[in-house]
C-alpha cells in the first residue's frame, strides 16, 4: 500500500466521520473533517475545548476562531468558523496581502512576530503560497510519520516502511536508513 492510497483512505475516514449536520456539500464535509482532525490533534487534555495555549496557531488565528469570545474554542465553533469562511483557510491571506503582490510582509503581518516566523517557513521575510504550501506538506509529513512510526521513536525504519522499499531509498536522502519529516514531505516546487 502506497501513502497516497494511505492518506487517501485517511482522509475518507475523516470524512464520513463528519456529522452530517454540518455538511451541506461536499467541500463542507471535507472542511469540517479537517477540522475535526485539527481539533483532535491539539486538544492535549481532551476536554473537547481549547485554550490559547492548547491551540497551537497563534493568539490572532485564535481570535478569528473563538466566535463568542470567550476565550475557550469549542470544536462547534470552530467548524462554523470554517465553514463561515467557505472552504478558506482561517486567516483570510488576501486580505492581510494589503498590496495585493502575492506576499505577505513584516509590516503586512497582523499577528505576532513570532507567528510570522513560523509561517515564513524558508525565512525569505515574506509569506508567500509557497510558504503556505511547504506548511501544509509538513504538517502532512508529521502525520504520516505519526502513523508509520511503530516503535516511535521519531523515524520511519524500512521496517515500518508501508510501501515499497525503493520509495523507501529514494527518500532516504542522507542513506542514514530511516525517514525523518522532511525526508517524509514531498518535494514542492516553488510557483511564486
Same mark, same amino acid.
Request: glycine residues 6%; hydrophobic residues 35%.
Given at each position: 500500500?502506497?501513502?497516497r492510497k494511505?492518506?487517501?483512505?485517511?482522509a %475518507?475516514?475523516?470524512?464520513?466521520?463528519v456529522?452530517?449536520a454540518y455538511?451541506?456539500?461536499?467541500?463542507?464535509?471535507?472542511q469540517t473533517?479537517n477540522?475535526?482532525?485539527?481539533?483532535?490533534?491539539f486538544?492535549?487534555?481532551k476536554?473537547?475545548?481549547?485554550?490559547? &495555549? *492548547? #491551540?497551537g %496557531?497563534?493568539k490572532?488565528? =485564535?481570535?478569528?476562531?473563538?466566535?463568542d469570545?470567550?476565550g475557550?474554542l469549542t !470544536? *462547534?465553533?470552530?467548524?462554523?468558523?470554517? %465553514? /463561515?469562511k467557505?472552504?478558506?483557510p482561517?486567516v483570510d491571506?488576501?486580505?492581510m496581502?494589503? @498590496?495585493a503582490d502575492g506576499?505577505?510582509?513584516?509590516?503586512?503581518?497582523?499577528?505576532?512576530?513570532e507567528?510570522? &516566523? +513560523?509561517?515564513d517557513i524558508?525565512g525569505? /521575510?515574506v509569506?508567500?503560497?509557497? @510558504?503556505? +504550501?511547504l506548511?501544509?506538506?509538513?504538517?502532512?509529513?508529521?502525520? /504520516?510519520? *505519526?502513523?508509520f512510526?511503530k516503535d516511535?521513536?521519531g #523515524?520511519?525504519?524500512?521496517?515500518?516502511?508501508?510501501a515499497d *522499499?525503493s520509495? =523507501?531509498r529514494?527518500? &532516504?536522502r542522507?542513506?542514514?536508513?530511516k525517514?525523518n519529516?522532511?525526508?517524509?514531505?514531498?518535494?514542492?516546487? !516553488?510557483k511564486?
Amino acid at each position: 500500500m502506497n501513502i497516497r492510497k494511505i492518506t487517501t483512505a485517511l482522509a %475518507l475516514t475523516c470524512a464520513v466521520a463528519v456529522p452530517a449536520a454540518y455538511a451541506q456539500s461536499a467541500e463542507d464535509v471535507k472542511q469540517t473533517a479537517n477540522v475535526d482532525v485539527w481539533f483532535e490533534r491539539f486538544d492535549k487534555n481532551k476536554d473537547g475545548q481549547l485554550t490559547v &495555549d *492548547e #491551540f497551537g %496557531l497563534g493568539k490572532s488565528y =485564535f481570535a478569528a476562531v473563538d466566535l463568542d469570545s470567550n476565550g475557550i474554542l469549542t !470544536r *462547534e465553533e470552530a467548524k462554523q468558523a470554517q %465553514l /463561515r469562511k467557505s472552504g478558506k483557510p482561517f486567516v483570510d491571506w488576501t486580505k492581510m496581502d494589503t @498590496d495585493a503582490d502575492g506576499y505577505i510582509t513584516v509590516r503586512e503581518w497582523t499577528g505576532t512576530p513570532e507567528e510570522f &516566523d +513560523a509561517h515564513d517557513i524558508d525565512g525569505d /521575510r515574506v509569506i508567500s503560497k509557497y @510558504d503556505r +504550501a511547504l506548511a501544509r506538506e509538513r504538517k502532512a509529513a508529521k502525520g /504520516r510519520l *505519526e502513523a508509520f512510526d511503530k516503535d516511535k521513536d521519531g #523515524f520511519v525504519s524500512i521496517k515500518e516502511w508501508p510501501a515499497d *522499499e525503493s520509495l =523507501f531509498r529514494q527518500r &532516504d536522502r542522507n542513506r542514514d536508513g530511516k525517514l525523518n519529516v522532511e525526508e517524509l514531505a514531498e518535494d514542492i516546487k !516553488r510557483k511564486d
